[in-house]
């Protein structure tokens, strides 16, 4: 009988540490949220895990995966764990190049679409090996989707070809390879396609009632979140927002 009963809680013991763990798995299983607030700075993110750190409202393993999403974790004033959010979106309609698994198809796709339907689709994501000269991309599985309201002002950018709406914190590659936040671009800039390069013609800052929505692929390197959008524009996916790759160069 005592034997049964230290399996039993031996088992119970490893059954709540797995549970503890996928507090941090990717959507549906994870209580991810958009930071809806206000735009986080990196330096705000970083004080958000640093307090979760301190106040043990979440655990060592738990932190080093949020991490790894780029996520911002939140916590209570009591260090409970409210769950953890995610940056820098897309509005709806933003075509989004894919890889149809269903199809066996290329194909331009809104981005909500592709998040509904994640497992359906891979994102044309740009090479490791890639250059400014050689913008070769492979599609890469979805990691994890978010959608959210957003409550400050748009990005709206408009070059000689293209339109695409964006939030504040969204990475956007210049022509020298250069990834800055979509908030930081001004008019006259020249932003990297996969054809060349684009003249920032107007910018708009309009606000939204509707939703926003972003994916990251599945990858470790940086190079590989950037994503082709509305045509051939290069951005960040969600791994890039509000992060340390702000303001870097990740193609030459």
Not at 30 to 43: H, I, V, Y
Not at 179 to 205: C, F, W
């Amino acid at each position: 009988m005592f034997t049964k009963l230290k399996v039993l809680a031996i088992g119970i013991l490893l059954l709540s540490s797995v549970c503890e763990a996928s507090r941090i798995a990717p959507p549906p299983g994870d209580p991810a949220f958009r930071c809806s607030k206000k735009e986080l700075t990196a330096q705000e993110c970083q004080e958000d895990r640093d307090y979760a750190r301190e106040t043990n409202c979440i655990t060592e393993q738990e932190l080093k995966e949020v991490i790894a999403y780029n996520g911002c974790p939140a916590c209570d004033r009591r260090g409970n764990y409210k769950g953890w959010c995610l940056q820098g979106c897309f509005i709806r309609g933003t075509k989004i190049l894919v890889w149809d698994t269903v199809e066996a198809t290329e194909e331009w796709v809104a981005v909500e679409d592709v998040i509904y339907q994640s497992t359906r689709f891979k994102v044309a994501s740009i090479r490791k090996d890639a250059t400014l000269r050689d913008l070769n991309y492979e599609y890469l599985p979805i990691r994890l989707t978010t959608e959210g309201p957003e409550l400050e002002p748009l990005v709206i950018i408009t070059t000689n070809k293209r339109t695409i709406g964006v939030t504040n914190t969204h990475g956007v590659a210049l022509a020298n390879g250069h990834l800055v936040a979509a908030k930081d671009i001004n008019v006259g800039d020249q932003l990297l396609t996969t054809d060349s390069s684009e003249q920032v013609l107007m910018i708009e800052r309009p606000l939204t009632d509707d939703l926003v929505f972003n994916l990251s692929v599945e990858s470790d390197d940086p190079k590989s979140h950037l994503i082709l959008a509305e045509g051939g524009l290069v951005v960040g996916d969600q791994f890039l927002q509000s992060s340390t790759y702000l303001n870097s160069t990740l193609l030459r």
